[in-house]
C-alpha cells in the first residue's frame, strides 16, 4: 500500500509563492501518474496539475503560467510551485498517485490527506 505525504502548504499574501511537495511510501511497483488536486471551500474538488512517469504535464487551464508541476522521471515524489497566489487558490490541496498492473487492467489510487494553503487579499 502506498502511503502519501504531503508538505508545504501554508498562509501567504496575494502575490506571494508556496511549494508543495509530496513523497509516496510503501507499496511496490513504480508510480504511474502523479497529480495534484484542490478542493476550496464548498466546492467539489478539482484537478490543478498532473504529471506522468515520463514528465508530461496537464495544467487546469486557469492555473497555466502561475502554478508549476515536477517530479524526476519515474520518482515517487512530486512538487507543485505556486506562484503570483490569490486568494481564490485558497483550499486543501491533496497528492494523488496511480499504479497500473498487468497491462493497465488493474489500477490502484491513492490520495495524501491534504496540506491546507491560505491566501490572504
Known amino acids: 500500500q502506498v502511503q502519501l505525504v504531503e508538505s508545504g502548504g501554508g498562509l501567504v499574501q496575494a502575490g506571494g509563492s508556496l511549494r508543495l511537495t509530496c513523497s509516496a511510501s510503501g507499496g511496490g511497483g513504480l508510480i504511474d501518474n502523479m497529480a495534484w488536486y484542490r478542493q476550496a471551500p464548498g466546492k467539489q474538488r478539482e484537478l490543478v496539475a498532473e504529471?506522468?512517469?515520463?514528465?508530461?504535464?496537464t495544467y487546469a487551464d486557469s492555473l497555466k503560467g502561475r502554478f508549476t508541476i515536477s517530479r524526476e522521471n519515474g520518482k515517487r515524489a512530486v512538487d507543485l510551485q505556486m506562484d503570483d497566489l490569490k486568494p481564490e487558490d485558497t483550499g486543501v490541496y491533496y497528492c494523488?498517485?496511480?499504479?497500473?498492473?498487468?497491462?493497465?487492467?488493474?489500477?490502484?489510487?491513492?490520495w495524501g490527506q491534504g496540506t491546507q494553503v491560505y491566501v490572504s487579499s
Open positions: 504529471i506522468t512517469d515520463t514528465g508530461k504535464t
Open positions: 494523488y498517485a496511480d499504479q497500473y498492473f498487468f497491462g493497465g487492467d488493474l489500477k490502484y489510487d491513492y
